[in-house]
């Protein structure tokens, strides 16, 4: 993986889809297994190393990847993986690798953009002096 795979295009996917590194690892265990619908608390219960998320805060994360168009949700608040475009399963698999080969990068990454965002919109209350 290079740095040439963190496009412009793949870091506004991040910042629009994955808020956290929990997000992400949510989103990749789903990944792992698409034909599974998964509750909130099959998530959350799922003990993966590093992974420590109440139902409620793995509902929220799933809810966002539903939102953002990656899982399908059943009428029963089940989800499983399903992106809805292309463009959307090449991030995903960008996401992926990323997360494999280089996490610190992707973790920076995912914080950084998230701390953008939250400057940003701070930055449009400050009071400007002529």
Known sequence: MQD???????CTF????????EAVELLLIVLGQPEKW??????????RPGLSLTDI???????TLYGQGLL????????????????AEAHVRTLAQAYRERPVTL??????LRDA???SFADAFKVRGK
């Open 107 to 112: 973790i920076r990454m995912i914080y950084a």
């Open 38 to 47: 998964w509750t909130a608390s099959e998530l959350a219960a799922t003990g």
């Open 72 to 87: 399908s949700k059943g009428a029963d608040n089940r989800f499983r993986y399903a992106p809805d475009a292309n463009a």
């Open 14 to 21: 991040i910042q629009r889809a994955v808020p956290t590194i």
């Open 57 to 63: 805060q793995a509902g929220r994360y799933l809810e």
């Open 4 to 10: 040439a795979d963190f496009s412009d295009e793949f």
């Open 117 to 119: 965002r939250i400057r």
